[in-house]
């Protein structure tokens, strides 16, 4: 039933003549409804505010409402409930603690709006109170965790941050403060004094960040400007979590902030010696090519006895200045490869390839690495008719770096062994050694550039280290991949896939 009404009270005229609509606004209300007359006395109180307090409606009828007010709560819900009977407002809203009959302490979520006469004078307020105390002290719980969490962070880059979603409330750490040059109570508590902070070209962030988290769940984790006390801005990763209640509305969000710009500046600046660094090593590089061209050119002809009968001793020497100065002129063109490849202006000259032939040419144009490293290349049974669509000197220098590794770790007098093969729309091309395998710890460096297995022996053997890197990257430039499968002490098998043409000549999948 409706709580009665308290006898002494003096209600006015319109609500008796409403009595059935506020019996059923209040009987049926799932939350505690109060009528407060304008010294704070009970006029009118339900079931669920009753049970809420642990009083009757007949004890409560002689009490005000501070007398159930948490002493500390007192002033600021004096003050609440003059601002609205006092001033030009309709309602207002406020969390406080209420005292139970046993003693016990509660929290409830008070919604307040003022009921005036036809003058504009006030009668009454009317409050809907919503029982938090469990919402409250979960997060209180929380709050005391976060803070012991930002003091154990006290001496770390990171400012915590923790935001009341019903109420606009906003927490902030000293350090969270400080970061940006302020004192701990320069700043405000509300979310627009943090947004205040944040540069004008990045608020658009925060506001979709927040409605992604809130509403899909995506992670609240991005990176903003903020504006330091002396003007300038700082890099700010921002980072956090809204926690919900039972009927999963959010409640608040708490997080940390951490001061980035050092790092951010830092890869500015390493973009920047990498940018220089690629410049010097193309000029460097191109430099090189024309000279180095034509001692190579005029070496041939000497080796050749074209320009006269050569001593053999002076023979040898010519031989090791032509061969080391073939091996440079590999490293200039591998570093060009590099430069092409990584800035996206190595350009394929794309057309039919069979892959029996490519083998076959590799094996041709490849003979003096076997001659070298005294091993053997050998085809193995390949099925013909294995048609891709390539640029065939870029794949015959995929086959010369994968041969010339492997007959550089073979033992001498090894077998290298290459085939092909076709299944589910993919060429298949394999070249299988015999030598030492790959060491584990060697694997996921495998294609990176400038790195190599055995240090010692590929300074003795020659190579650049960028080989495998080219390969992977002109094997990926075609649609295709690349791996390896290496056992210790038995060897290597290199395997690149590429998409194979149907019989209209287009790649398949395409």
């Given at each position: 039933?409706?709580?009665?009404?308290?006898?002494?009270?003096?209600?006015p005229a319109d609500f008796i003549d409403n009595?059935?609509?506020?019996?059923?606004?209040?009987?049926?209300?799932?939350?505690?409804?109060?009528?407060?007359?304008?010294?704070?006395?009970?006029?009118?109180?339900?079931?669920?505010?009753?049970?809420?307090?642990?009083?009757?409606?007949?004890?409560?009828?002689?009490?005000?409402?501070?007398?159930?007010?948490?002493?500390?709560?007192?002033?600021?819900?004096?003050?609440?409930?003059?601002?609205?009977?006092?001033?030009?407002?309709?309602?207002?809203?406020?969390?406080?603690?209420?005292?139970?009959?046993?003693?016990?302490?509660?929290?409830?979520?008070?919604?307040?709006?003022?009921?005036?006469?036809?003058?504009?004078?006030?009668?009454?307020?009317?409050?809907?109170?919503?029982?938090?105390?469990?919402?409250?002290?979960?997060?209180?719980?929380?709050?005391?965790?976060?803070?012991?969490?930002?003091?154990?962070?006290?001496?770390?880059?990171?400012?915590?941050?923790?935001?009341?979603?019903?109420?606009?409330?906003?927490?902030?750490?000293?350090?969270?403060?400080?970061?940006?040059?302020?004192?701990?109570?320069?700043?405000?508590?509300?979310?627009?004094d943090f947004l205040n902070l944040v540069h004008?070209?990045?608020?658009?962030?925060?506001?979709?960040?927040?409605?992604?988290?809130?509403?899909?769940?995506?992670?609240?984790?991005?990176?903003?400007?903020?504006?330091?006390?002396?003007?300038?801005?700082?890099?700010?990763?921002?980072?956090?979590?809204?926690?919900?209640?039972?009927?999963?509305?959010?409640?608040?969000?708490?997080?940390?902030?951490?001061?980035?710009?050092?790092?951010?500046?830092?890869?500015?600046?390493?973009?920047?010696?990498?940018?220089?660094?690629?410049?010097?090593?193309?000029?460097?590089?191109?430099?090189?090519?024309?000279?180095?061209?034509?001692?190579?050119?005029?070496?041939?002809?000497?080796?050749?006895?074209?320009?006269?009968?050569?001593?053999?001793?002076?023979?040898?020497?010519?031989?090791?200045?032509?061969?080391?100065?073939?091996?440079?002129?590999?490293?200039?063109?591998?570093?060009?490869?590099?430069?092409?490849?990584?800035?996206?202006?190595?350009?394929?000259?794309?057309?039919?390839?069979?892959?029996?032939?490519?083998?076959?040419?590799?094996?041709?144009?490849?003979?003096?690495?076997?001659?070298?490293?005294?091993?053997?290349?050998?085809?193995?049974?390949?099925?013909?008719?294995?048609?891709?669509?390539?640029?065939?000197?870029?794949?015959?220098?995929?086959?010369?770096?994968?041969?010339?590794?492997?007959?550089?770790?073979?033992?001498?007098?090894?077998?290298?062994?290459?085939?092909?093969?076709?299944?589910?729309?993919?060429?298949?091309?394999?070249?299988?050694?015999?030598?030492?395998?790959?060491?584990?710890?060697f694997h996921d460096q495998v294609f990176d550039?400038?790195?190599?297995?055995?240090?010692?022996?590929?300074?003795?053997?020659?190579?650049?280290?960028?080989?495998?890197?080219?390969?992977?990257?002109?094997?990926?430039?075609?649609?295709?991949?690349?791996?390896?499968?290496?056992?210790?002490?038995?060897?290597?098998?290199?395997?690149?896939?590429?998409?194979?043409?149907?019989?209209?000549?287009?790649?398949?999948?395409?």
């Amino acid at each position: 039933m409706m709580a009665k009404n308290n006898p002494d009270s003096a209600l006015p005229a319109d609500f008796i003549d409403n009595k059935e609509l506020f019996k059923h606004i209040f009987e049926y209300a799932p939350i505690g409804m109060t009528i407060i007359g304008l010294k704070g006395e009970f006029l009118v109180v339900n079931q669920s505010f009753c049970e809420f307090i642990g009083y009757s409606s007949k004890e409560l009828y002689s009490k005000t409402v501070f007398d159930v007010t948490h002493p500390d709560d007192r002033k600021k819900s004096i003050n609440h409930r003059k601002n609205i009977t006092r001033q030009a407002i309709e309602s207002n809203q406020e969390e406080k603690r209420y005292i139970r009959k046993n003693g016990e302490v509660v929290w409830g979520l008070l919604n307040r709006s003022v009921v005036k006469d036809a003058k504009g004078r006030t009668q009454y307020t009317i409050g809907q109170v919503q029982d938090i105390t469990e919402l409250k002290e979960t997060q209180e719980t929380i709050i005391q965790s976060d803070k012991r969490y930002a003091r154990a962070l006290a001496g770390t880059m990171d400012g915590i941050w923790e935001l009341n979603l019903l109420t606009g409330d906003d927490f902030k750490s000293p350090r969270w403060s400080s970061m940006l040059g302020y004192g701990e109570d320069e700043l405000g508590n509300t979310r627009e004094d943090f947004l205040n902070l944040v540069h004008p070209d990045d608020l658009a962030i925060v506001d979709d960040r927040l409605r992604a988290h809130l509403e899909e769940g995506v992670p609240y984790d991005y990176t903003i400007r903020m504006r330091h006390k002396q003007g300038h801005y700082l890099y700010i990763h921002a980072r956090g979590q809204a926690y919900r209640d039972e009927s999963n509305t959010p409640i608040y969000m708490s997080g940390a902030h951490t001061d980035i710009t050092e790092k951010i500046e830092a890869e500015r600046d390493l973009i920047k010696a990498m940018r220089l660094k690629n410049e010097f090593v193309s000029t460097v590089s191109h430099e090189l090519r024309t000279p180095l061209t034509s001692i190579i050119g005029s070496l041939a002809i000497l080796n050749s006895g074209k320009a006269g009968e050569l001593s053999d001793k002076f023979k040898s020497v010519l031989d090791i200045a032509q061969r080391n100065s073939q091996r440079l002129s590999l490293l200039v063109n591998d570093l060009l490869d590099i430069e092409k490849l990584e800035f996206g202006q190595l350009q394929l000259n794309e057309r039919r390839i069979d892959v029996v032939e490519l083998i076959e040419e590799s094996i041709e144009v490849n003979k003096g690495y076997s001659d070298e490293y005294g091993v053997y290349f050998r085809l193995l049974e390949t099925p013909p008719n294995i048609v891709i669509k390539g640029d065939k000197d870029r794949l015959l220098q995929v086959m010369s770096n994968l041969m010339s590794n492997a007959s550089k770790f073979s033992p001498s007098g090894g077998v290298i062994e290459i085939s092909g093969s076709a299944s589910d729309g993919l060429a298949s091309i394999s070249i299988t050694d015999h030598g030492s395998g790959i060491p584990k710890e060697f694997h996921d460096q495998v294609f990176d550039k400038f790195t190599q297995a055995d240090s010692t022996a590929t300074r003795h053997k020659g190579g650049t280290g960028l080989g495998l890197s080219i390969t992977k990257s002109i094997v990926e430039q075609h649609g295709g991949n690349i791996s390896f499968k290496t056992q210790k002490g038995k060897g290597t098998t290199f395997t690149f896939t590429l998409p194979l043409i149907n019989e209209t000549g287009a790649a398949d999948g395409q």
